[in-house]
Protein backbone atom coordinates (compact mmCIF):
# COMPACT_ATOMS: atom_id res chain seq x y z
CA UNK A 1 0.00 0.00 0.00
CA UNK A 2 1.53 3.62 -1.02
CA UNK A 3 2.40 5.96 2.02
CA UNK A 4 -0.25 8.67 2.75
CA UNK A 5 2.02 11.27 3.93
CA UNK A 6 1.01 15.03 5.53
CA UNK A 7 4.17 16.83 5.44
CA UNK A 8 5.18 19.88 7.34
CA UNK A 9 8.01 22.55 6.87
CA UNK A 10 9.79 23.25 9.72
CA UNK A 11 11.63 26.43 9.52
CA UNK A 12 14.94 26.70 11.77
CA UNK A 13 17.35 29.82 11.78
CA UNK A 14 20.57 28.91 12.89
CA UNK A 15 20.19 25.72 13.38
CA UNK A 16 17.07 26.89 15.77
CA UNK A 17 13.66 25.54 15.27
CA UNK A 18 11.54 28.03 14.96
CA UNK A 19 7.69 27.83 17.02
CA UNK A 20 5.74 27.49 13.54
CA UNK A 21 7.00 24.68 12.66
CA UNK A 22 5.82 23.21 15.89
CA UNK A 23 2.36 24.53 15.16
CA UNK A 24 2.45 22.98 12.37
CA UNK A 25 3.37 19.72 13.37
CA UNK A 26 0.45 20.41 16.61
CA UNK A 27 -2.09 20.73 13.69
CA UNK A 28 -0.65 18.28 10.69
CA UNK A 29 -1.34 15.48 13.75
CA UNK A 30 -4.77 16.06 13.90
CA UNK A 31 -4.96 15.83 10.03
CA UNK A 32 -3.00 12.60 9.78
CA UNK A 33 -4.62 11.29 12.47
CA UNK A 34 -7.80 11.62 10.43
CA UNK A 35 -6.96 10.41 7.10
CA UNK A 36 -4.39 7.46 8.52
CA UNK A 37 -1.42 8.77 7.24
CA UNK A 38 2.03 9.66 8.29
CA UNK A 39 2.74 12.77 9.58
CA UNK A 40 6.22 13.79 8.02
CA UNK A 41 8.88 16.71 8.85
CA UNK A 42 11.24 18.59 6.47
CA UNK A 43 14.16 20.51 7.50
CA UNK A 44 16.60 21.88 5.63
CA UNK A 45 19.86 23.71 6.73
CA UNK A 46 23.57 23.14 7.51
CA UNK A 47 24.34 21.21 10.16
CA UNK A 48 21.03 19.96 11.62
CA UNK A 49 21.12 16.74 12.16
CA UNK A 50 20.11 17.45 16.36
CA UNK A 51 16.71 18.77 15.02
CA UNK A 52 15.46 15.06 13.83
CA UNK A 53 14.54 14.14 17.56
CA UNK A 54 12.73 17.38 18.43
CA UNK A 55 10.12 16.72 15.89
CA UNK A 56 9.61 13.68 16.72
CA UNK A 57 9.06 14.02 19.91
CA UNK A 58 6.63 17.26 18.83
CA UNK A 59 4.60 14.67 16.56
CA UNK A 60 6.34 13.52 13.51
CA UNK A 61 6.75 10.05 12.43
CA UNK A 62 9.10 11.00 10.45
CA UNK A 63 11.78 13.08 9.26
CA UNK A 64 13.39 14.14 6.59
CA UNK A 65 16.92 16.04 6.59
CA UNK A 66 18.40 18.19 3.81
CA UNK A 67 21.76 18.95 5.19
CA UNK A 68 23.72 21.37 3.11
CA UNK A 69 26.27 24.40 3.36
CA UNK A 70 24.31 25.98 0.28
CA UNK A 71 20.95 25.52 2.65
CA UNK A 72 22.13 27.36 5.97
CA UNK A 73 20.30 30.34 5.00
CA UNK A 74 16.59 30.06 3.59
CA UNK A 75 16.99 31.27 0.26
CA UNK A 76 13.92 30.58 -2.57
CA UNK A 77 15.58 28.66 -5.45
CA UNK A 78 17.80 26.20 -3.74
CA UNK A 79 14.89 25.24 -0.99
CA UNK A 80 12.43 25.11 -3.81
CA UNK A 81 14.77 22.64 -6.04
CA UNK A 82 15.49 20.29 -2.58
CA UNK A 83 11.70 20.06 -2.26
CA UNK A 84 10.13 19.19 -5.11
CA UNK A 85 13.05 16.86 -5.99
CA UNK A 86 12.38 14.83 -2.64
CA UNK A 87 8.22 14.90 -3.14
CA UNK A 88 8.93 13.96 -6.82
CA UNK A 89 11.05 11.01 -5.76
CA UNK A 90 7.90 9.77 -3.42
CA UNK A 91 5.86 7.22 -5.50
CA UNK A 92 2.51 9.52 -4.56
CA UNK A 93 2.58 13.09 -3.99
CA UNK A 94 1.80 14.31 -0.18
CA UNK A 95 -2.05 14.49 0.81
CA UNK A 96 -1.18 17.94 2.36
CA UNK A 97 1.50 20.06 2.66
CA UNK A 98 1.54 22.69 5.68
CA UNK A 99 4.20 25.63 5.41
CA UNK A 100 3.84 28.42 8.16
CA UNK A 101 2.93 32.02 7.06
CA UNK A 102 5.99 34.11 7.97
CA UNK A 103 8.44 35.77 5.14
CA UNK A 104 10.28 32.35 4.76
CA UNK A 105 7.05 30.52 4.24
CA UNK A 106 4.85 32.84 2.00
CA UNK A 107 8.29 33.31 -0.10
CA UNK A 108 8.63 29.41 -0.55
CA UNK A 109 4.96 27.87 -0.89
CA UNK A 110 3.59 29.90 -3.79
CA UNK A 111 6.69 28.51 -5.68
CA UNK A 112 6.69 25.73 -4.59
CA UNK A 113 2.73 24.91 -6.02
CA UNK A 114 3.22 26.41 -9.05
CA UNK A 115 6.00 24.20 -9.54
CA UNK A 116 4.09 20.96 -8.64
CA UNK A 117 1.01 22.49 -10.69
CA UNK A 118 -1.51 22.44 -7.02
CA UNK A 119 -3.50 24.56 -4.89
CA UNK A 120 -2.41 27.13 -2.52
CA UNK A 121 -4.75 28.48 0.45
CA UNK A 122 -2.47 31.19 2.09
CA UNK A 123 -2.78 31.90 5.56
CA UNK A 124 -5.08 29.39 6.83
CA UNK A 125 -6.33 29.84 10.59
CA UNK A 126 -8.06 26.66 10.53
CA UNK A 127 -7.75 23.25 9.32
CA UNK A 128 -9.63 20.22 9.07
CA UNK A 129 -10.17 16.62 7.01
CA UNK A 130 -14.19 16.34 5.65
CA UNK A 131 -15.70 15.35 2.75
CA UNK A 132 -16.85 17.39 -0.15
CA UNK A 133 -19.91 17.37 -2.88
CA UNK A 134 -19.49 19.07 -5.74
CA UNK A 135 -20.90 19.94 -8.96
CA UNK A 136 -20.67 22.56 -11.40
CA UNK A 137 -22.21 22.88 -14.73
CA UNK A 138 -19.52 24.99 -16.33
CA UNK A 139 -16.85 22.74 -15.41
CA UNK A 140 -18.44 19.35 -14.85
CA UNK A 141 -15.09 17.48 -14.75
CA UNK A 142 -14.78 18.50 -11.02
CA UNK A 143 -17.96 17.29 -10.55
CA UNK A 144 -18.28 14.12 -7.57
CA UNK A 145 -18.35 13.42 -3.92
CA UNK A 146 -14.56 13.91 -2.78
CA UNK A 147 -13.67 12.11 0.71
CA UNK A 148 -10.68 12.97 2.96
CA UNK A 149 -10.57 16.60 2.06
CA UNK A 150 -8.49 19.08 3.07
CA UNK A 151 -10.78 22.01 4.85
CA UNK A 152 -8.43 25.30 4.38
CA UNK A 153 -9.82 27.99 7.16
CA UNK A 154 -8.71 30.89 6.35
CA UNK A 155 -10.24 35.14 7.03
CA UNK A 156 -10.54 37.11 3.79
CA UNK A 157 -11.72 40.43 2.23
CA UNK A 158 -10.10 42.26 5.58
CA UNK A 159 -11.25 39.66 7.96
CA UNK A 160 -14.81 40.51 7.64
CA UNK A 161 -15.53 36.59 6.27
CA UNK A 162 -13.99 33.57 7.10
CA UNK A 163 -13.78 31.05 3.73
CA UNK A 164 -13.54 27.67 3.38
CA UNK A 165 -11.01 26.89 0.59
CA UNK A 166 -10.73 23.34 -1.08
CA UNK A 167 -8.85 21.64 -3.54
CA UNK A 168 -9.23 18.19 -3.59
CA UNK A 169 -8.56 17.42 -7.64
CA UNK A 170 -5.28 17.72 -6.70
CA UNK A 171 -2.68 16.32 -4.87
CA UNK A 172 -0.71 17.75 -2.16
CA UNK A 173 -3.20 20.09 -1.18
CA UNK A 174 -1.35 22.89 0.21
CA UNK A 175 -1.72 25.92 2.92
CA UNK A 176 -0.02 28.17 4.73
CA UNK A 177 -0.77 28.88 8.47
CA UNK A 178 -0.76 31.83 10.45
CA UNK A 179 1.94 31.32 13.28
CA UNK A 180 0.40 31.33 16.76
CA UNK A 181 -2.80 29.55 15.59
CA UNK A 182 -1.91 26.10 15.92
CA UNK A 183 -1.47 24.47 19.59
CA UNK A 184 2.06 22.29 19.05
CA UNK A 185 1.91 18.67 21.06
CA UNK A 186 3.99 18.70 24.46
CA UNK A 187 7.06 17.10 24.00
CA UNK A 188 6.91 13.22 24.19
CA UNK A 189 10.52 11.72 24.36
CA UNK A 190 9.23 8.22 24.33
CA UNK A 191 7.58 8.95 20.83
CA UNK A 192 9.74 7.46 18.03
CA UNK A 193 10.47 8.25 14.48
CA UNK A 194 12.72 7.49 11.84
CA UNK A 195 15.08 10.05 10.15
CA UNK A 196 16.06 10.37 6.60
CA UNK A 197 19.02 12.31 5.00
CA UNK A 198 17.81 13.95 1.85
CA UNK A 199 20.09 14.17 -0.95
CA UNK A 200 20.72 17.56 -2.29
CA UNK A 201 21.41 18.49 -5.84
CA UNK A 202 21.04 22.18 -7.12
CA UNK A 203 21.65 23.38 -9.92
CA UNK A 204 24.07 26.70 -10.43
CA UNK A 205 21.13 28.69 -11.44
CA UNK A 206 19.63 28.24 -7.89
CA UNK A 207 22.72 29.90 -6.36
CA UNK A 208 22.42 33.35 -8.31
CA UNK A 209 20.61 35.35 -5.80
CA UNK A 210 23.01 35.70 -2.66
CA UNK A 211 22.82 37.14 0.80
CA UNK A 212 24.93 39.58 1.46
CA UNK A 213 23.83 40.21 5.33
CA UNK A 214 20.96 39.27 8.27
CA UNK A 215 20.35 41.36 10.64
CA UNK A 216 18.21 40.15 13.52
CA UNK A 217 18.40 42.80 15.81
CA UNK A 218 14.92 44.02 16.13
CA UNK A 219 13.54 40.49 17.84
CA UNK A 220 12.78 42.37 21.13
CA UNK A 221 10.98 44.96 19.97
CA UNK A 222 9.61 44.37 16.72
CA UNK A 223 8.69 40.38 16.22
CA UNK A 224 5.17 41.58 16.70
CA UNK A 225 3.91 38.10 16.07
CA UNK A 226 5.33 36.40 18.94
CA UNK A 227 4.76 39.68 21.44
CA UNK A 228 2.46 39.02 24.23
CA UNK A 229 1.79 42.63 24.63
CA UNK A 230 2.15 45.28 22.14
CA UNK A 231 2.08 48.95 22.52
CA UNK A 232 1.06 50.49 19.70
CA UNK A 233 1.17 54.30 18.98
CA UNK A 234 -1.32 56.29 16.41
CA UNK A 235 -0.70 59.49 14.29
CA UNK A 236 -2.41 60.98 17.21
CA UNK A 237 1.18 61.13 19.37
CA UNK A 238 1.61 64.04 17.15
CA UNK A 239 5.63 63.38 16.50
CA UNK A 240 7.99 60.63 16.56
CA UNK A 241 9.21 61.32 19.66
CA UNK A 242 6.07 59.50 21.27
CA UNK A 243 7.67 56.34 19.95
CA UNK A 244 10.14 56.82 22.83
CA UNK A 245 7.31 56.57 25.49
CA UNK A 246 6.04 53.49 23.49
CA UNK A 247 8.90 51.90 23.89
CA UNK A 248 9.08 52.75 27.81
CA UNK A 249 5.92 51.19 27.82
CA UNK A 250 6.59 47.91 26.19
CA UNK A 251 9.29 47.90 28.11
CA UNK A 252 7.40 47.15 31.47
CA UNK A 253 6.42 43.76 29.96
CA UNK A 254 8.98 41.06 29.49
CA UNK A 255 7.52 39.54 26.02
CA UNK A 256 6.28 43.15 24.41
CA UNK A 257 6.94 44.58 21.50
CA UNK A 258 5.96 48.27 19.71
CA UNK A 259 3.68 48.34 16.92
CA UNK A 260 2.09 51.08 15.02
CA UNK A 261 -0.34 52.51 12.92
CA UNK A 262 -0.14 53.03 8.92
CA UNK A 263 -0.33 56.88 9.44
CA UNK A 264 2.31 56.99 11.92
CA UNK A 265 4.72 54.83 9.26
CA UNK A 266 3.69 56.55 6.07
CA UNK A 267 5.14 59.72 8.51
CA UNK A 268 7.92 58.00 8.72
CA UNK A 269 7.91 58.09 12.51
CA UNK A 270 8.42 54.49 12.72
CA UNK A 271 9.58 51.44 10.20
CA UNK A 272 7.53 49.50 8.26
CA UNK A 273 7.71 46.53 10.30
CA UNK A 274 6.16 47.99 13.31
CA UNK A 275 2.83 48.48 11.03
CA UNK A 276 -0.61 46.77 12.02
CA UNK A 277 -3.13 46.32 9.83
CA UNK A 278 -4.27 45.65 6.58
CA UNK A 279 -1.10 46.57 4.73
CA UNK A 280 0.54 45.45 7.35
CA UNK A 281 1.21 42.60 9.85
CA UNK A 282 -2.02 41.06 11.69
CA UNK A 283 -1.62 40.47 15.34
CA UNK A 284 -2.88 38.64 18.25
CA UNK A 285 -1.17 38.86 21.48
CA UNK A 286 -2.94 38.69 24.76
CA UNK A 287 -3.53 42.55 25.21
CA UNK A 288 -2.87 45.19 22.62
CA UNK A 289 -2.42 49.19 23.88
CA UNK A 290 -3.46 51.45 21.07
CA UNK A 291 -2.50 54.99 22.24
CA UNK A 292 -3.97 57.64 19.65
CA UNK A 293 -5.13 55.16 17.34
CA UNK A 294 -8.23 55.91 15.74
CA UNK A 295 -9.19 52.52 14.74
CA UNK A 296 -9.99 53.12 11.01
CA UNK A 297 -10.78 49.74 9.41
CA UNK A 298 -7.21 49.16 7.91
CA UNK A 299 -5.96 49.05 11.58
CA UNK A 300 -8.10 47.39 13.02
CA UNK A 301 -8.45 44.68 10.79
CA UNK A 302 -4.82 43.74 11.96
CA UNK A 303 -5.64 43.67 15.31
CA UNK A 304 -9.02 42.73 16.28
CA UNK A 305 -8.79 39.34 17.44
CA UNK A 306 -6.07 40.10 20.54
CA UNK A 307 -7.59 39.20 23.14
CA UNK A 308 -7.77 42.46 25.78
CA UNK A 309 -7.61 45.94 23.11
CA UNK A 310 -7.25 48.60 25.54
CA UNK A 311 -7.41 51.96 23.72
CA UNK A 312 -6.43 55.86 25.12
CA UNK A 313 -7.34 58.43 22.70
CA UNK A 314 -8.16 62.00 23.56
CA UNK A 315 -11.73 61.82 21.57
CA UNK A 316 -14.23 59.52 23.25
CA UNK A 317 -15.95 59.72 19.30
CA UNK A 318 -13.23 57.63 18.01
CA UNK A 319 -13.79 54.35 15.95
CA UNK A 320 -11.83 52.75 18.79
CA UNK A 321 -13.70 53.07 21.53
CA UNK A 322 -16.43 50.73 19.68
CA UNK A 323 -14.47 47.36 19.58
CA UNK A 324 -11.94 48.25 22.37
CA UNK A 325 -12.53 46.39 25.59
CA UNK A 326 -11.31 48.81 27.87
CA UNK A 327 -10.58 52.57 27.30
CA UNK A 328 -9.35 55.84 28.97
CA UNK A 329 -10.34 59.19 27.26
CA UNK A 330 -7.45 61.23 28.09
CA UNK A 331 -4.09 62.75 27.12
CA UNK A 332 -1.83 60.13 26.09
CA UNK A 333 0.97 61.71 27.39
CA UNK A 334 -0.64 62.30 30.71
CA UNK A 335 -1.78 58.60 31.17
CA UNK A 336 0.98 56.45 29.77
CA UNK A 337 3.64 58.07 31.73
CA UNK A 338 0.95 57.24 34.90
CA UNK A 339 0.59 53.77 33.59
CA UNK A 340 4.64 53.25 32.78
CA UNK A 341 4.88 54.40 37.03
CA UNK A 342 2.32 52.57 38.01
CA UNK A 343 3.41 49.27 36.54
CA UNK A 344 7.12 49.19 37.49
CA UNK A 345 5.53 49.69 41.13
CA UNK A 346 3.77 46.70 40.66
CA UNK A 347 6.95 45.20 38.63
CA UNK A 348 8.96 44.97 42.36
CA UNK A 349 5.85 43.26 44.04
CA UNK A 350 5.81 39.29 43.76
CA UNK A 351 4.36 37.91 40.54
CA UNK A 352 0.90 35.91 40.01
CA UNK A 353 1.81 32.28 38.68
CA UNK A 354 1.64 32.34 34.73
CA UNK A 355 -1.33 30.21 34.75
CA UNK A 356 -3.30 32.61 36.84
CA UNK A 357 -2.98 34.77 34.28
CA UNK A 358 -6.46 35.16 32.93
CA UNK A 359 -7.53 38.29 32.14
CA UNK A 360 -11.13 39.38 32.43
CA UNK A 361 -12.82 39.32 29.32
CA UNK A 362 -14.99 41.35 27.47
CA UNK A 363 -17.09 40.59 24.50
CA UNK A 364 -15.12 37.46 23.85
CA UNK B 1 15.67 49.22 -19.04
CA UNK B 2 12.07 47.40 -19.09
CA UNK B 3 10.54 47.31 -16.02
CA UNK B 4 7.33 46.06 -15.10
CA UNK B 5 4.91 46.84 -12.76
CA UNK B 6 1.75 44.40 -11.71
CA UNK B 7 -1.44 46.21 -10.37
CA UNK B 8 -4.74 45.04 -9.81
CA UNK B 9 -8.05 46.72 -8.97
CA UNK B 10 -9.64 45.62 -5.65
CA UNK B 11 -13.32 46.94 -3.78
CA UNK B 12 -12.30 49.84 -1.54
CA UNK B 13 -13.09 47.61 1.99
CA UNK B 14 -13.59 51.21 3.38
CA UNK B 15 -16.98 52.24 1.58
CA UNK B 16 -19.90 50.45 2.12
CA UNK B 17 -21.01 50.35 -1.22
CA UNK B 18 -21.39 46.89 -2.86
CA UNK B 19 -20.79 44.69 0.06
CA UNK B 20 -23.81 42.35 0.53
CA UNK B 21 -25.10 41.91 4.17
CA UNK B 22 -23.46 38.42 4.07
CA UNK B 23 -19.99 39.95 3.97
CA UNK B 24 -19.48 39.04 0.46
CA UNK B 25 -19.14 41.96 -2.31
CA UNK B 26 -20.72 42.57 -5.06
CA UNK B 27 -18.05 43.26 -7.48
CA UNK B 28 -20.13 45.28 -9.70
CA UNK B 29 -21.50 47.70 -7.21
CA UNK B 30 -18.51 47.79 -5.15
CA UNK B 31 -16.58 51.03 -4.85
CA UNK B 32 -13.43 50.16 -6.99
CA UNK B 33 -9.68 51.18 -5.90
CA UNK B 34 -6.26 50.90 -7.30
CA UNK B 35 -4.77 47.56 -4.72
CA UNK B 36 -3.09 49.90 -2.07
CA UNK B 37 0.18 47.72 -2.17
CA UNK B 38 0.20 48.13 -5.87
CA UNK B 39 0.95 51.96 -5.19
CA UNK B 40 4.33 50.89 -3.40
CA UNK B 41 5.11 48.43 -6.61
CA UNK B 42 4.42 51.56 -8.85
CA UNK B 43 6.60 53.45 -6.83
CA UNK B 44 9.57 51.17 -6.51
CA UNK B 45 8.81 51.08 -10.78
CA UNK B 46 8.98 54.71 -11.42
CA UNK B 47 11.98 54.60 -9.24
CA UNK B 48 13.59 53.19 -12.13
CA UNK B 49 12.65 55.34 -14.94
CA UNK B 50 13.44 58.07 -12.84
CA UNK B 51 17.45 56.39 -12.05
CA UNK B 52 18.02 54.51 -14.95
CA UNK B 53 15.47 55.53 -17.92
CA UNK B 54 13.60 52.53 -17.67
CA UNK B 55 10.57 51.88 -19.65
CA UNK B 56 7.46 51.43 -17.28
CA UNK B 57 5.18 49.14 -17.81
CA UNK B 58 1.81 48.40 -16.22
CA UNK B 59 -0.16 45.32 -16.22
CA UNK B 60 -3.60 44.74 -14.93
CA UNK B 61 -5.82 41.75 -15.49
CA UNK B 62 -9.63 42.16 -14.74
CA UNK B 63 -13.33 43.13 -16.15
CA UNK B 64 -13.21 46.39 -18.62
CA UNK B 65 -13.13 48.51 -15.47
CA UNK B 66 -10.08 47.55 -14.72
CA UNK B 67 -8.75 50.19 -17.49
CA UNK B 68 -9.19 52.57 -14.24
CA UNK B 69 -6.00 51.50 -12.83
CA UNK B 70 -3.83 51.71 -15.88
CA UNK B 71 -4.42 55.20 -16.16
CA UNK B 72 -3.67 55.86 -12.76
CA UNK B 73 -0.67 54.30 -13.47
CA UNK B 74 -0.50 56.32 -16.58
CA UNK B 75 -1.19 59.79 -14.28
CA UNK B 76 1.74 59.09 -12.49
CA UNK B 77 4.38 57.99 -14.72
CA UNK B 78 3.75 54.77 -16.28
CA UNK B 79 4.64 54.70 -20.03
CA UNK B 80 2.28 52.38 -21.57
CA UNK B 81 -0.61 49.70 -20.14
CA UNK B 82 -1.89 46.38 -21.15
CA UNK B 83 -5.38 45.18 -19.49
CA UNK B 84 -5.84 41.59 -20.04
CA UNK B 85 -9.81 41.05 -20.03
CA UNK B 86 -11.25 38.31 -20.52
CA UNK B 87 -14.90 35.91 -19.58
CA UNK B 88 -12.94 32.86 -19.29
CA UNK B 89 -11.22 33.94 -16.55
CA UNK B 90 -13.96 34.33 -14.15
CA UNK B 91 -13.22 32.60 -10.82
CA UNK B 92 -9.17 32.62 -11.55
CA UNK B 93 -7.33 31.14 -7.82
CA UNK B 94 -3.82 32.12 -7.38
CA UNK B 95 -2.39 29.38 -9.74
CA UNK B 96 -4.41 30.74 -13.02
CA UNK B 97 -3.95 34.02 -12.30
CA UNK B 98 -0.13 33.51 -12.50
CA UNK B 99 -0.41 31.52 -15.60
CA UNK B 100 -2.68 34.30 -17.04
CA UNK B 101 -0.17 36.90 -16.19
CA UNK B 102 3.08 34.78 -17.22
CA UNK B 103 1.57 34.36 -20.82
CA UNK B 104 0.55 38.30 -20.56
CA UNK B 105 4.07 39.03 -19.66
CA UNK B 106 5.53 37.13 -22.07
CA UNK B 107 3.00 39.05 -24.42
CA UNK B 108 4.45 42.37 -23.58
CA UNK B 109 7.77 41.53 -23.64
CA UNK B 110 11.11 40.71 -21.53
CA UNK B 111 11.49 42.63 -18.31
CA UNK B 112 14.59 43.33 -16.62
CA UNK B 113 12.25 43.88 -14.06
CA UNK B 114 8.91 43.01 -12.71
CA UNK B 115 7.14 44.89 -9.58
CA UNK B 116 4.57 43.51 -7.63
CA UNK B 117 2.35 44.45 -4.68
CA UNK B 118 3.23 42.11 -1.87
CA UNK B 119 -0.52 41.42 -1.89
CA UNK B 120 -4.03 42.79 -2.39
CA UNK B 121 -6.49 43.71 0.00
CA UNK B 122 -9.03 41.45 -1.72
CA UNK B 123 -7.54 37.84 -1.73
CA UNK B 124 -4.29 38.80 0.88
CA UNK B 125 -2.75 35.91 -0.33
CA UNK B 126 1.24 37.37 -1.50
CA UNK B 127 1.13 34.37 -3.72
CA UNK B 128 0.53 35.61 -7.20
CA UNK B 129 4.45 37.03 -7.33
CA UNK B 130 6.14 34.22 -6.09
CA UNK B 131 4.08 32.03 -8.82
CA UNK B 132 4.89 34.19 -11.62
CA UNK B 133 8.25 34.16 -11.03
CA UNK B 134 7.70 30.46 -11.00
CA UNK B 135 6.37 30.45 -14.01
CA UNK B 136 9.13 32.64 -15.94
CA UNK B 137 11.55 30.35 -14.16
CA UNK B 138 13.38 33.97 -12.89
CA UNK B 139 14.59 34.72 -9.03
CA UNK B 140 12.12 36.58 -6.53
CA UNK B 141 12.93 39.31 -3.61
CA UNK B 142 9.97 39.23 -1.77
CA UNK B 143 9.20 41.50 1.09
CA UNK B 144 11.54 44.11 -0.46
CA UNK B 145 11.83 47.85 1.35
CA UNK B 146 14.79 49.07 -0.77
CA UNK B 147 16.93 48.55 -3.66
CA UNK B 148 19.31 49.97 -6.18
CA UNK B 149 20.60 48.70 -9.14
CA UNK B 150 24.00 48.78 -10.09
CA UNK B 151 25.59 46.64 -13.51
CA UNK B 152 22.85 44.80 -14.05
CA UNK B 153 22.18 43.97 -10.73
CA UNK B 154 19.66 44.38 -7.78
CA UNK B 155 20.94 44.75 -4.64
CA UNK B 156 17.76 44.56 -2.42
CA UNK B 157 16.54 44.85 1.35
CA UNK B 158 13.77 42.48 2.41
CA UNK B 159 11.74 41.94 5.93
CA UNK B 160 12.22 39.41 7.58
CA UNK B 161 10.71 38.10 10.98
CA UNK B 162 12.44 40.49 13.38
CA UNK B 163 14.97 42.63 11.07
CA UNK B 164 15.97 42.42 7.71
CA UNK B 165 18.16 40.88 4.82
CA UNK B 166 20.26 42.40 2.24
CA UNK B 167 21.10 40.58 -0.97
CA UNK B 168 21.88 40.46 -4.45
CA UNK B 169 20.79 38.63 -7.88
CA UNK B 170 21.09 39.22 -11.58
CA UNK B 171 18.29 40.76 -13.62
CA UNK B 172 15.56 39.55 -14.45
CA UNK B 173 13.76 39.37 -11.51
CA UNK B 174 10.74 39.49 -9.71
CA UNK B 175 9.98 41.97 -6.79
CA UNK B 176 7.23 42.17 -4.04
CA UNK B 177 7.45 45.65 -2.62
CA UNK B 178 6.68 46.05 1.27
CA UNK B 179 4.97 49.24 2.18
CA UNK B 180 7.66 51.61 3.52
CA UNK B 181 8.55 54.97 3.56
CA UNK B 182 8.78 55.51 -0.19
CA UNK B 183 5.63 56.85 -0.94
CA UNK B 184 4.24 57.21 -4.04
CA UNK B 185 3.57 61.17 -4.89
CA UNK B 186 0.60 62.65 -6.37
CA UNK B 187 0.37 62.12 -10.23
CA UNK B 188 2.11 64.51 -12.40
CA UNK B 189 0.45 67.32 -14.28
CA UNK B 190 1.74 66.14 -17.73
CA UNK B 191 0.34 62.42 -16.92
CA UNK B 192 -3.01 63.92 -15.48
CA UNK B 193 -2.90 65.62 -19.13
CA UNK B 194 -1.95 62.34 -20.61
CA UNK B 195 -4.74 60.47 -18.94
CA UNK B 196 -6.97 63.34 -20.44
CA UNK B 197 -6.22 63.11 -23.85
CA UNK B 198 -6.09 59.19 -23.91
CA UNK B 199 -9.62 59.10 -22.18
CA UNK B 200 -11.47 61.53 -24.80
CA UNK B 201 -8.97 60.10 -28.04
CA UNK B 202 -9.68 56.31 -28.61
CA UNK B 203 -7.18 56.25 -31.23
CA UNK B 204 -4.33 57.52 -28.63
CA UNK B 205 -5.19 55.14 -26.28
CA UNK B 206 -5.07 52.25 -28.32
CA UNK B 207 -1.42 52.95 -28.70
CA UNK B 208 -0.75 53.67 -25.19
CA UNK B 209 -3.35 50.77 -23.72
CA UNK B 210 -3.96 47.01 -25.10
CA UNK B 211 -6.61 45.46 -23.94
CA UNK B 212 -6.06 41.98 -24.61
CA UNK B 213 -7.43 38.49 -24.21
CA UNK B 214 -6.32 34.64 -23.64
CA UNK B 215 -6.43 33.90 -27.14
CA UNK B 216 -4.03 36.93 -28.19
CA UNK B 217 -1.31 35.53 -25.30
CA UNK B 218 -2.00 32.12 -26.13
CA UNK B 219 -2.86 31.54 -23.75
CA UNK B 220 -4.60 27.88 -23.00
CA UNK B 221 -8.38 28.60 -21.82
CA UNK B 222 -8.21 25.39 -19.59
CA UNK B 223 -5.40 26.53 -17.67
CA UNK B 224 -7.49 29.71 -17.22
CA UNK B 225 -10.33 30.80 -14.40
CA UNK B 226 -12.36 28.13 -13.25
CA UNK B 227 -10.92 25.45 -15.27
CA UNK B 228 -7.33 25.92 -14.59
CA UNK B 229 -8.11 26.89 -10.95
CA UNK B 230 -7.36 23.62 -8.19
CA UNK B 231 -9.03 25.41 -5.68
CA UNK B 232 -12.28 26.85 -4.88
CA UNK B 233 -14.30 28.73 -2.41
CA UNK B 234 -16.23 25.99 -0.92
CA UNK B 235 -18.55 28.07 1.95
CA UNK B 236 -18.16 31.23 3.39
CA UNK B 237 -19.28 32.91 7.04
CA UNK B 238 -19.51 36.18 8.00
CA UNK B 239 -17.65 36.83 11.15
CA UNK B 240 -19.78 38.75 13.51
CA UNK B 241 -19.30 42.17 14.85
CA UNK B 242 -17.13 42.30 18.01
CA UNK B 243 -17.21 44.90 20.91
CA UNK B 244 -19.61 47.47 21.51
CA UNK B 245 -19.36 47.21 24.90
CA UNK B 246 -16.51 48.75 25.91
CA UNK B 247 -15.89 49.65 29.60
CA UNK B 248 -14.60 53.27 29.52
CA UNK B 249 -12.78 55.27 32.58
CA UNK B 250 -12.77 58.93 32.16
CA UNK B 251 -13.34 62.58 33.84
CA UNK B 252 -11.43 60.90 36.95
CA UNK B 253 -7.95 61.86 38.24
CA UNK B 254 -5.13 60.26 35.77
CA UNK B 255 -3.91 57.97 38.47
CA UNK B 256 -6.86 56.24 39.69
CA UNK B 257 -8.08 56.32 35.91
CA UNK B 258 -5.12 53.87 34.88
CA UNK B 259 -5.32 52.23 38.45
CA UNK B 260 -9.03 51.34 37.88
CA UNK B 261 -8.03 50.20 33.95
CA UNK B 262 -4.96 48.13 34.80
CA UNK B 263 -6.91 46.27 37.63
CA UNK B 264 -10.06 45.86 34.99
CA UNK B 265 -7.64 44.72 32.22
CA UNK B 266 -5.62 42.60 34.87
CA UNK B 267 -2.85 44.17 32.90
CA UNK B 268 -0.08 43.92 35.73
CA UNK B 269 0.21 39.57 35.88
CA UNK B 270 2.00 40.54 32.77
CA UNK B 271 4.35 42.49 33.96
CA UNK B 272 7.77 41.84 35.03
CA UNK B 273 10.15 38.76 34.66
CA UNK B 274 8.68 35.83 32.68
Known amino acids: ?364 | MESFVLIKQVPDQSSKAGINSDGTIDRAKAKRMLNPFDRYALEAALQTKRQHGARVTAITMGPPPAIEVLYEAIAHGVDRGFLMTDRRLAASDTLATAYTLAQTVRYAGSPDLIFCGLQTTDGDTAQVGPQLAERLGIPQVTYCEAFEIRDGILLARRAIEGGSQTVTVPLPVLVTVANSAQRLAYPTLRGAQRVQRLMRDEAARAEVIQIINLDDVGADPERCGLKGSPTIVAATEKVGEIGGNCQIFQGQSVPSLVKSLTEAASISSYVGAR
Open chain 1, 1 to 364: MVQKRVLIFAEQVNGELQPIGLELLGSGRLLADKLGATLSALVLGSNIAHLASTLIGHGADEVFVADHPELAQYRTLPYRRVMTDLIKSWPEPPHTILLGSTTTGRDLAPRLAAHLETGLTADCTDLDIGPFEYSNSKDPSKSGLFRDCLYAIRPSFGESLKARILGPWKNPQMATVRPGVMVPLPWDGSRRGEVFQVPVQLDPSDLSLQIVETVRNLSQTTDLTRAEVIVSGGYGLGSPEGFELMQQLAACFPNSAVGSSRKAVDSGWIPYAHQVGQTGKTVRPQIYIACGISGAIQHRVGMDKSRTIIAINKDSSAPIFKFAHYGIVGDLYQVVPEMIRQLQQNQSQPQAHPTERIPVLQGH
